[in-house]
């Protein structure tokens, strides 16, 4: 049984994805003017974003909205008892430059707590979604969390700061040279949303990054604690959605990558 | 006008491809049931392989082989050969991680003639034949015209089987994470340099790399315009395995960061 309001944001992501696509096949012809490249993006940014809040809106309208580009939209009538969390482009740096991995994402939080997490992408059609309580799906099909028993076989995700100054591109260094070294092999590919839904369906045994947004997050969060794996922030607490620093895995995975993420941060 | 040899490469792929995809729909099962999906992937790598020796063979029965699984086949006297890896990024594939692909060069006398890498879960064929451009399923394609360092995006691949290297390896990942604007890393290379090749990635390095991972990617990049060079700048990298590739200006400041 699905629950009812994922169909609405399953179409929406869809009628969002015809508009990435077909953009995605412009983007050659823009002969990167670096800048050019930037608004042609915001505004593909820009344009899923429409799709997908009027979808949402039509078959919700008391519902609030908290989006990246538009940030919240409230309503007063609602008080917030649920809000769509929205990326309606996650790996814009990717999709610049045609480099085929980014994703749609949508969230929808009950009184805070989410509900319903979807990922979608559209390159290669791959369609993660959740509900809570009623599991992890990738196309239909029940996903779970890798059975990986050891660091030393884990194939592990990560994102880069963007951010390149100071303390956090020290830590960041240090983690992932810790990482690095303890585990099978890293995977970077650049699109947060979508490296963690593969945690979800196993084909990641671990994730952690810094500074996320909690559009990043949220949906991907609940799919991985439906296919029985743990999500948490660098100090194994809840507060993931708020700090942006998440670390994810099976219960073995998750605890083995906070120790090796946490050997730098606690000396600081 | 395609050449003949590139056809039977496609073909070659293409007919592999279609037992990987199928043997990919199979992993979620065998999790279960077999403690050790290496063995798995390693079947896997073996059928593809003697598909595309087998499809090469009888087009060519006389040229010679040098594929991943089974090393050196035919005479190595024979002035064509095959260079072949059915299964770029195994380390994926074992995971469902969808990012792996094929690739397929062919070299006479030393100088690489055609060059095939296919990624079958995105259907993208990436192929170059020397002096007539490379095409990314039939379109045109041309490296980055990223200018500067600070604004290109760099593909690498970490030395995971060859750990005492990884002190080395973190040095010069620092020295190009610091400079770029992001790095990354998609766990094949032969489809990483691709990528190079068309543009979406401005540039690409890893060492220890065999001939296999790089030298049907290699000519793309020359062909779409860009240059493929070890560390130092100069050409060993098919024998030596280092191998860094972007467009000039790019490369030009990339080989400073990874030249310890």
Request: hydrophobic share 40%.
């Amino acid at each position: 049984m699905m629950h009812p309001m994922l169909p609405v944001a399953i179409n929406a992501a869809r009628e969002a994805s015809k508009t990435i696509l077909r953009a995605l096949t412009q983007v050659d012809k823009i002969e990167v003017a670096s800048k050019n490249s930037n608004e042609f993006v915001t505004q593909v940014d820009r344009i899923s974003e429409e799709i997908i809040i009027d979808h949402i809106q039509k078959a919700y309208p008391d519902h609030g909205i908290l989006a990246e580009e538009s940030g919240r939209i409230s309503n007063p009538k609602n008080n917030h008892e649920y809000y769509w969390v929205i990326d309606p482009l996650d790996g814009t740096r990717n999709f610049m430059q045609g480099y085929p991995q980014f994703s749609i994402t949508i969230a929808l939080m009950r009184n805070n707590i989410t509900e319903l997490g979807l990922v979608f992408d559209p390159f290669r059609n791959d369609l993660f979604t959740s509900a809570r309580g009623q599991g992890a799906y990738l196309n239909d099909q029940r996903i779970h969390v890798s059975h990986a028993e050891k660091m030393d076989t884990a194939l592990i995700g990560t994102g880069f700061p963007l951010e390149k100054s100071g303390n956090n591109i020290n830590n960041y260094l240090n983690e992932f040279k810790n990482v690095f070294t303890h585990c099978t092999d890293v995977r970077r590919d650049g699109s947060s949303s979508l490296d963690l839904a593969y945690v979800a369906c196993g084909r990641l045994d671990g994730f952690w990054e810094s500074n996320l947004k909690i559009w990043h997050m949220a949906a991907s969060a609940l799919m991985i604690q439906e296919a029985g794996g743990i999500v948490s922030d660098f100090n194994d607490g809840d507060h993931y959605l708020q700090t942006g620093d998440i670390v994810a895995g099976n219960p073995k995975m998750h605890k083995a990558l906070r120790h090796l993420i946490n050997d730098f941060r606690c000396g600081n | 006008m395609m050449h003949p040899m590139l056809n039977i490469a496609i073909q070659a792929a293409r007919q592999a491809s279609k037992i990987m995809l199928r043997a990919l729909d199979q992993m979620d099962k065998i999790e279960i049931t077999e403690k050790n999906p290496n063995d798995f992937v390693t079947q896997v790598d073996r059928v593809s392989e003697e598909i595309i020796i087998e499809t090469i063979h009888k087009a060519y029965p006389h040229h010679a082989i040098l594929a991943e699984e089974s090393g050196h086949q035919n005479n190595q006297n024979e002035e064509y050969c095959w260079v072949i890896d059915p299964l770029d990024g195994t380390r994926n594939f074992m995971q469902g991680y969808p990012q792996f692909s094929i690739s397929i060069a062919l070299i006479k006398k030393n100088v690489v003639e055609l060059g095939l890498v296919y990624d079958p879960i995105r259907q993208e064929l990436f192929t170059a034949t020397r002096g007539q451009g490379a095409y990314l399923n039939s379109r045109r394609m041309r490296i980055s015209p990223a200018q500067k360092m600070k604004d290109a995006l760099i593909g690498t691949g970490f030395p995971r089987l060859d750990k005492k290297n990884t002190k080395n390896y973190l040095k010069t990942f620092e020295n190009v994470f610091m400079q770029c604007s992001d790095i990354r890393r998609a766990g094949s290379a032969a489809l990483d340099l691709a990528y190079v090749a068309c543009g979406r990635l401005d540039g690409f390095w890893e060492s220890t790399l065999k001939i296999w991972d790089m030298a049907a990617a290699s000519l793309m990049i020359k062909e779409s315009g860009g240059i493929v060079s070890d560390f130092q700048g100069g050409e060993t990298y098919l024998a030596r395995g280092n191998i860094a590739a972007a467009n000039p200006k790019i490369l030009r400041e990339l080989l400073p960061l990874i030249n310890l």
